[in-house]
DNA sequence: CTGTTAGCGCTTTCAA
DNA sequence: TTGAAAGCGCTAACAG
């Protein structure tokens, strides 16, 4: 063995010598970036695997202006849907031999500043999955050609790809099934400071009502939740009418006002309907058995992906948005008719 | 504006010629770090700032050999704990004003990897969550002074510090309980393939039933589910027989065993007594309110930072574990006497 | 096909 | 206190 013990780090040009070669030969032999023979190429890497070579990612970042990093902006990632979101978008972001560069923010301050430093480690795209980027520092991103995406993010920074989970066609999905389990009173559960996508669901709800007749200033009750969560589903159950066919805007509202109803002893499908959005693990479990629409993960990553790799390619390519199918999954609190 | 419009990312050169100083006075005014005057400090500082500088992140760790990043290793990040764990690390992370890299694994291969790509980046330490490092790499990071810190995991690997909550305790306050509450025959809920700290659970459970004249061949049912997560739990209910004081590895099985129970009829504490560990937010949940045992997330988060800094400091400092307090939740599967 | 060279942008001795 | 200069480790254009 001729590596040192104390040694630091083995470089390329450690390799070059033991290889008798340049280090520029090492870098084409690893990176198959400009013209080799096979015969010293094979030889570099043999002699790379036996020292034990690790390309260094700050100086090859450095050189080629750009990491195989990829920024991912979250919140609140022990709700489940959050969580479950993050973990298709890290399964994707490795699938396709990046690394995630996580940041939880908080406020609106720490998104931008996120993005900043983002910027300062030449990432190779963000994803964007809450908050909404301010637009001076979006564009600073388009101009060094970092491509941005949101996802479930009203889409209107131009430059920035979207994916969003339909919500329209969610949101008909419930109305109808509503509807068409016999219900002539309705109910909408969203938190005060809904998301956009909340927002969306709700409206499409109303407008689908309203298209099928339902006298919506009469019959469609809003049940405001003042906080956000299965807390603020719960305590919004004290607010709920009888009789209430129930769309709400999220998974945790949607158990928490379930769970917030049975306790005033009422309970689905019986006393009322209830149909969430989101699809979590939990909705499916044994005391919960929610109707609930799913948000398809798998999709709504992989086109995160797409969208990042294609702007890529093509950085000053038109905003692009894809609306992600979503399905209505029939349990216990609304079952199929 | 002197900032052409297509430039691509200002320098510290930049900032230099504009303040009429040179690049290492740059340098020396926004790490504090060597003399200079407070006047030119100040000059160059507000000149950064017009000018829009941000420090190239791996023109600088190319340097320091070292990056503001901190790599942390998850896995099935969906599972609530885990995804509350995440959350209380992320925070702590940023906290100190560094980044993290987040890496899921599926195996113990993808770990090795993982291990490497964060080294690549030249990493200010790593925090693993899941899985067990090769002690083979985990020495190469030693040797580059990376710290690593596991978190409830064996603490077995010279050179890497670990924070655990301490199941023997945790355990400890179930068995009490259970005793307390009358029982003579006890459950042991648990996945056929457990991590470290599960196993150490059951078995400081059996130790201490033992230790309290229980006959543990005789009225110790190991329940052993085939899968893991709820739906573990769910199917192992079928094996439980009656009147059990019940302690289970984690929440996830211990919420899913007590609806499998509930769908054969039986409900805790009226028919058989629960107790869980993690605390995780669906516990505490109207339709489950699961006595747990509570794992401090923030301490965890906070020593597992803690650690990492301190053997920044002295790198070679022999091998720390801290021993994190749980505390018993009572709720109804198990109401305080 | 291979080696030489000139950086990528920053930090940090070492003199002045 | 400041500047010059030597890298950190790698890549890419250009000759040979």
Redesign the pocket.
Known sequence: MNSLPGR??V??????SKA?????????A??N?????????ARVLQVAEELG????F???G????RTHLIGVIVSHISDPFRSSLLDGLLGEIQRHGFQALVTEIHNEQELAETLRNFTQFRVSGVIVTSGKPPESLVNQCVQQHIPVVGINRQPDIPGVDYVCSDNVAGATLAAEQLIRAGYHRFGWLNTQNSTWAGRMRGEAFSQVLQQSGVDIEQNLVPLIASQEGYHGGFLAALQAGEGLGVFCANAQLACGFLDGMRKLGKNAPEDFQLIGFDNTPQTEQYSYQLTTLHQDIMELSQQALAHLLARTRNPTQPSQISWVKVSLIYRRTSPSI
């Open positions: 630091q780090n470089t390329a040009q450690d390799v070059a008798g070669v340049s280090r520029a030969v090492v870098s084409r690893l990176s970036n400009g013209s080799i023979s096979p015969a010293t190429r070579y690790q390309v260094n700050l100086a090859q450095l050189n080629r202006q």
